[in-house]
């Protein structure tokens, strides 16, 4: 019998939504690539997975950061210069995890690191920065209107 590493899935609810549908759209996703790590290191089939999740990571930190702090901009969110902050954090910390990993030759316990991170991530930058720039987004998208 397979020995199992336990990591608790990621669900969505709504204290995740930004009430902006493409970032919330681009969270969901990062909350997919992370609960499919959870399970193959789970499966001790972590090595795989990460190669994948860093492919991802590098792609989304393009594509979703950049279209997030184009909108904070946009919108002159007060946050927004936090956000950048934090979004070069993330790219720094996992710049460093990568190597960590690479050098460690695939050690699953890297991996589990890179999942508590990328938990971390989910639980304190969606819920405190990014519900604040949908906020600041939405009210000023309302402004806008006649």
Request: charge should be negative; aromatic fraction near 8%; glycine fraction near 4%.
């Amino acid at each position: 019998m397979e020995n199992t590493i336990s990591l608790q899935p990621f669900t969505w609810d709504d204290s995740l939504s930004t009430g902006v549908p493409m970032i919330d759209a681009h969270h969901k996703e990062l909350i997919a690539a992370v609960n499919d790590l959870g399970l193959a290191i789970a499966h001790h089939k972590g090595s795989t997975a990460i190669k994948k999740l860093f492919a991802f990571l590098k792609f989304y930190a393009e594509w979703h950061f950049e279209h997030e702090e184009a909108c904070a901009a946009k919108h002159k969110c007060a946050i927004a210069e936090v956000n950048q902050q934090a979004h070069a954090t993330f790219i720094a910390t996992f710049g460093h995890l990568h190597d960590r990993y690479k050098a460690s030759d695939a050690s699953e316990t890297v991996a589990i690191e890179i999942y508590q991170q990328l938990a971390d991530w989910l639980t304190s930058h969606i819920l405190k920065i990014d519900t604040n720039i949908g906020r600041c987004i939405r009210s000023a998208t309302q402004a806008q209107k006649p």
